[in-house]
Each structure stands twice: as structure tokens, then as C-alpha cells.
């Protein structure tokens, strides 16, 4: 089944820590991005990448930083410099960066 | 500044009560607008685009409209199943492909 898939589900971090939440998608789409959403908030862009080996800044991207090595994947690490990191995180990718965006099922980051 | 507001904030329907959902959105020039349903603890799920003033998109219970300045969502005879979060945002024209998301609205449908 072609998809996008979040790991894990679930995740604890301590604070001080750096974590890394993995996205992958066989959509075979070349545009991903990461929101994050936060109760009574709209989904914010963290980072984005319209290409491999190419990703922008979104909204809010203190505090993360992304890798685009290949098509599939587009892993988020949250540095211990995100003051504020416990939030629902979502990943998202579409064919170009036209067309409707597909979500992944989410993880939800909690620190400690 | 670019903006996506929806109302109400919460809405509490009875099963076969039909109504609407309002995305009102400003930005400076609109390519697309996009309608999204979100269960809780889920990831969201695409239903509709919407590109131009007076297109109308369809799915089941559900119809998306589009003017110059708002969006409805229109639920007919709604069910209980159709409980979740519905999420409005907009695609600015430009090279970005970025979406300004509102902050949905709640729709709960009692049996």
C-alpha cells in the first residue's frame, strides 16, 4: 500500500536531549514537510523540501533541523535549543509543491 | 498578513441536521484551498480542492464551496460517524506551495 509512514508513534525525551522522528513515504512524491500542532492551534510549517537534497525554513523552524538525502525520507530532529518541543508532529508530502498535501499519523513528542 | 479563520470553533449537531462549516481566508493572491477531516490523535485526510470563485466539490455527505473571500463546507443529513475536526487552509499563488491552515472546527453528531 503506497502511504506515509511516522515513527513512532509515541515518543519521551528528557530535556536536554535531542530526538529524531523518522517520516518515509513511497508515494514516489517529491515535496515533504513537517508541521507541528498544538491544542487550539492551527498546524504550523517547520521545515519544508521541494527536492531531494534541497529543504527551507518554514514558520518555526528554531529548534529543528531536517536531512533530505533521499526521495523517500525527510527525518525532523528536535535539538535541545526547542524550548517548547511537547506537540502533536505531522508529516506531510505531495507530488510538487502545487498540489494537495497527504499526512502521515502523526507523533506525539513529550518531554519530560 | 496572510490569514484562514473558521467558524464556529465548535459545532453539535443531531444526526440528519444539516448545516454548514465557514473558512474565511485572506491572502494575496489564492491558488488553491484545500479541506482536510481530522480524528483525534490522527493525521489529517485530504477531501477536497477547491481553485477558483464558484467551484463546487462533492463527496457523500459533504460539499465544499469557494468564493473570492470564504469557503463553506456544507454537511447534508450528517451521521455520527461524520465527528472529527475539519481543517480549511489556503495556498498563497507563488513558488512556495505553502499552506496557512485555520484552526479547524469540532463538529460532534449525536445519534
Known amino acids: 500500500d503506497g502511504g506515509i509512514t511516522q515513527s513512532p508513534k509515541y515518543l519521551f525525551r528528557k530535556e536536554g536531549q535531542n530526538v529524531t522522528l523518522s517520516c518515509e513515504q513511497n508515494?514516489?512524491?517529491?515535496?515533504m514537510y513537517w508541521y507541528r500542532q498544538d491544542p487550539g492551534q492551527g498546524l504550523r510549517l517547520i521545515y519544508y523540501?521541494?527536492?531531494?537534497?534541497?529543504?527551507q525554513k518554514g514558520d518555526i523552524a528554531e529548534g529543528y533541523s531536517v536531512s533530505r538525502e533521499k526521495k523517500e525520507s525527510f527525518p525532523l530532529t528536535v535539538t535541545s535549543a526547542q524550548k517548547n518541543p511537547t506537540a502533536f508532529y505531522l508529516c506531510?508530502?505531495?507530488?510538487?509543491?502545487?498540489?494537495?498535501?497527504?499526512f502521515g499519523p502523526g507523533t506525539r513528542l513529550t518531554v519530560l | 498578513e496572510d490569514q484562514v479563520t473558521q467558524s464556529p470553533e465548535a459545532l453539535r449537531l443531531q444526526e440528519g441536521e444539516s448545516s454548514s462549516l465557514n473558512c474565511s481566508y485572506t491572502?494575496?493572491?489564492?491558488?488553491?484551498l484545500f479541506w482536510y477531516r481530522q480524528d483525534p490523535g490522527k493525521g489529517p485526510e485530504f477531501l477536497f480542492t477547491l481553485y477558483s470563485a464558484g467551484e463546487e466539490k462533492e463527496k457523500e455527505r459533504l460539499k465544499a464551496t469557494l468564493t473570492k473571500k470564504e469557503s463553506f463546507l456544507h454537511i447534508t443529513a450528517p451521521k455520527p460517524e461524520d465527528s472529527a475536526t475539519y481543517l480549511c487552509?489556503?495556498?498563497?499563488?507563488?513558488?512556495?506551495?505553502?499552506?496557512?491552515f485555520g484552526q479547524g472546527t469540532t463538529l460532534q453528531v449525536k445519534p
Open positions: 523540501s521541494q527536492i531531494v537534497n534541497d529543504f
Open positions: 506531510a508530502s505531495s507530488i510538487d509543491r502545487y498540489n494537495e498535501q497527504f
Open positions: 508515494l514516489n512524491h517529491d515535496a
Open positions: 491572502v494575496s493572491g489564492l491558488r488553491g
Open positions: 487552509a489556503v495556498q498563497e499563488a507563488g513558488n512556495t506551495g505553502k499552506l496557512i
